[in-house]
């Protein structure tokens, strides 16, 4: 499909470079031209090339050559330097690291349960564009396999706070828990952001 991309391009380009009188034919030649150069089960690139060219109308090679070449001269001679160069920038690094670490540091870790205090689960501070928040235990020790899976809460405003009196139902016996949360964007795209409990 990208050699397709590139065949439409160059027909563009061919019917710019024709006068007025010849723009219907030059069309006509440039759609079969596009059609023949279908690959199918059994056609080439190569093949699909030649029927292209056996189509177009005298001069058209020169003039999508010239355009090829115009192309071409407008990137810059170190482009590839550029690149490197900007791929091992530390600020562009820092960056991109910290796109896809958007909700990293926004969620409590390493929580500790204390019997005589609520355990906060919710967001430090509210996320942009985020519709929908979801606590999901997905990692437990042994003998608490029965809430694997078990949804804690859902709301739209990041903040859960879980009271001592419910603790048994979510984190039953002693060790180490994971509580997902799933944040869901107003796109629908979601992202999940892992809370380490530790229940002594």
Not at 84 to 97: E, K
Not at 172 to 192: C, F, M, Q, R, W
């Amino acid at each position: 499909m990208k050699h397709m991309k590139y065949l439409a391009v160059g027909a563009l380009v061919l019917l710019a470079a024709c006068g007025p009188a010849q723009a219907g034919q030059t069309a006509s030649d440039a759609a079969s031209a596009i059609a023949s150069a279908v690959p199918s089960a059994d056609q080439t690139t190569g093949a699909a090339a030649a029927a292209v060219a056996s189509a177009l109308p005298a001069g058209a090679a020169e003039t999508a050559a010239a355009a090829a070449a115009a192309i071409a001269s407008a990137i810059p001679a170190d482009a590839g330097q550029t690149m490197v160069a900007m791929a091992n920038d530390p600020t562009l690094q820092a960056l991109a690291n910290e796109a896809l670490t958007t909700i990293q540091g926004l969620v409590p870790s390493d929580l500790k349960l204390n019997k005589s205090q609520s355990l906060v689960l919710g967001t430090t501070k509210q996320v942009a564009d985020v519709t929908d928040y979801k606590w999901i235990i997905t990692d437990v020790p042994a003998g608490a396999e029965s809430v694997r899976g078990k949804q804690i809460a859902e709301n739209s405003n990041g903040k859960l706070t879980v009271d001592p009196a419910d603790y048994a139902k979510y984190f039953p016996v002693a060790g180490n828990y994971n509580v997902d949360l799933e944040l869901t964007y107003s796109s629908g795209k979601k992202e999940i952001a892992k809370i380490p409990i530790t229940v002594p």
